[in-house]
């Protein structure tokens, strides 16, 4: 297993971006970010990350470039579909967040970790919050192995079949979707999102009026990819807010 998990880490630095001759540098400067982030206190560096400009002599890189490389290779590893909710990515102009396993806000050490990165969807990166899921402690040095997270579900470490089925009945006009965990991390993780994210879906893509309009804003989000939409995160935030009351 460590052995293939070295294998794995190795495929993506090689893939970490996606211009050829930028690799190598791009593995120095990933490795200075994540040497940064393990050592103490921990750092969380992915806003450092996103700010990347470096000017070698052979040009530009940037971290968005750094941060589009990490999503296709974590989309492969996903077979195109979103980490915890299963929607379908390909094809789609829907933005496409990069999700933090464990939230960099309680375990800063792990936000450039490999392991610790999963491709989602906005439904899933807002409902998610920055919950602590399970008891891995907040002063672990070493990313944790699968066999650590017996409370919640890990999108890369585990087989999403064996732990959470789904079905999703759509017509043109409306849509069902239901989630039931058949392990404790499966339930774990129907309880703690995937519940809120089949409330929401019921209750935009039945909703004549909203679907569309929710359809446009993710259209535009996707297009506005890396800018600040602070009244429009906040209207997300509210529509939020208003499924976790319904369900209540
Ligand atoms: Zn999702």
Known sequence: MLAEMRREVELY?????????????????????WSRSRTHPYADVWPALD??????????????????AFRRRLLEL???????CRRWLVGTAYAKPIEHVL????????????WNLAVACTDCNSLKTD???????????????????????????????????????????SSVVMFTGVTAQGMHLCRSLLHR??????????????????????????KAEG??????????????QSILRLLE
């Not at 939230?103 to 490999?114: A, E, G, K, L």
């Not at 019921?202 to 259209?219: H, M, S, Y």
């Open 13 to 33: 630095l090689a893939a970490a971006h996606g211009t050829k001759k930028h690799v190598p540098h791009t593995r120095v400067l990933l490795g200075r970010l």
């Open 51 to 68: 700010a990347i400009c470096e000017v070698p002599p052979r040009g530009t890189i940037h971290g968005a470039a750094i941060k589009s």
């Open 78 to 84: 996903q077979g195109g579909q979103r980490c915890y």
């Open 103 to 114: 939230p960099r806000r309680h375990y800063p050490q792990f936000s450039i970790d490999f």
């Open 131 to 173: 919950d602590v899921w399970g008891t891995i402690s907040f002063t672990r040095r070493r990313y944790p192995r699968a066999k650590d997270f017996t409370e919640a579900f890990h999108p890369r470490f585990y087989r999403y079949d064996d732990h959470v089925r789904y079905a999703r009945l759509e017509t043109n006009l």
């Open 197 to 222: 994210i089949a409330a929401k879906e019921t209750l935009v893509k039945n909703n004549p009026d909203l679907a569309p309009a929710i359809e446009q804003i993710r259209n535009f989000e996707s």
């Open 227 to 240: 800018l600040r939409l602070t009244r429009l995160d906040a209207f997300g935030a509210a529509l939020d």
